[in-house]
């Protein structure tokens, strides 16, 4: 894209052809393989474009201010697709978070690991939100440590006569 409109102090950050350093530069090994252009994706992309200089999210951004969304979960209405096409439409960054726990869709660890292994090299941060009060032991510390981070919340506890209490749920 030849003419990007940028707030001003970013007018020249663009990506071009051209040399990738100055100078020298010593490694093992590299190797870069140019990307195929399909003209298809870059007019739907730049369908898709709005004005970088107008723009609040983007102008966050490049103001080096990220702006990212941390607990998205995937459901019947954002599947993995349209968060992928939301995210670069409003120019929010999406943390991804299986609900994780007893009676949730990922249960164990060997599911847990079906659902990471299959978002590798997706374009999102990946989370665990843990369920109930027995996640921690439900899923091993190892299976755990492999998301970027994990979390919870206090919507779900046991109550003064032992039974589970789901705040989001009535009765």
Not at 113 to 128: D, T
Not at 138 to 165: I, W
Request: aromatic share 10%; with cysteine.
């Amino acid at each position: 894209m030849d003419s990007v409109i940028r707030i001003e102090d970013a007018g020249k950050i663009t990506l071009k052809n051209g040399m990738f350093t100055k100078g020298a530069i010593e490694v093992k090994s590299i190797e870069v393989t140019p990307l195929k252009t399909d003209k298809k994706v870059i007019d739907s992309q730049l369908a898709e474009a709005i004005d970088e200089s107008s723009d609040d999210i983007i102008k966050l951004h490049q103001a080096n201010f990220p702006v990212l969304d941390y607990h998205v979960h995937l459901k019947e209405d954002l599947t993995l697709d349209l968060a992928k096409s939301q995210s670069r439409r409003y120019g929010i960054n999406y943390a991804l978070a299986p609900n994780c726990g007893i009676g949730f869709p990922i249960q164990d660890d060997a599911q847990v690991l079906g659902y990471f292994n299959g978002m590798q090299g997706q374009p999102f941060v990946q989370a665990m939100q843990g369920e109930g009060r027995e996640w921690p032991v439900t899923f091993s510390k190892e299976v755990r440590n492999l998301f970027d981070y994990v979390f919870t919340d206090a919507m779900t506890f046991t109550d003064r006569k032992g039974n589970r209490t789901r705040l989001w749920m009535p009765g």
